[in-house]
């Protein structure tokens, strides 16, 4: 079965507004709930914003990870099936 990008869905979301690290929990169609980290959002000289890939994490990125993942643990676990 093709990917159908109208069944891939993004259920929630956090971004780092100092490096424009966006942390995602991603949904398709009726699966499994996963973390995708990436894209960056960046802001380019015309005013728009553009996407890149996240690449490799500075410590920046990091220290922010750090603060915000028990919140992202606590919904993925919520959005998890139960075993």
């Given at each position: 079965?093709?990917?159908?990008p109208?069944k891939?869905?993004?259920?929630?979301?956090?971004?780092?507004?100092?490096?424009?690290?966006?942390?995602s929990?991603?949904?398709?169609?009726?699966?499994?709930?996963?973390?995708?980290?990436g894209?960056?959002?960046?802001?380019?000289?015309?005013?728009?914003?553009?996407?890149?890939?996240?690449g490799?994490?500075?410590?920046?990125?990091?220290?922010?990870?750090?603060?915000?993942?028990?919140?992202?643990?606590?919904?993925?676990?919520?959005?998890?099936?139960?075993?």
């Open positions: 079965m093709p990917f159908e109208d891939d869905k993004i259920v929630k979301f956090w971004k780092c507004d100092g490096t424009g690290l966006l942390i929990i991603n949904q398709y169609n009726d699966g499994e709930a996963k973390l995708q980290i894209p960056r959002v960046f802001v380019k000289k015309d005013g728009s914003e553009s996407q890149r890939k996240a490799r994490l500075t410590i920046e990125d990091v220290l922010w990870l750090y603060d915000v993942i028990d919140e992202i643990k606590e919904d993925l676990a919520k959005m998890a099936a139960p075993e």
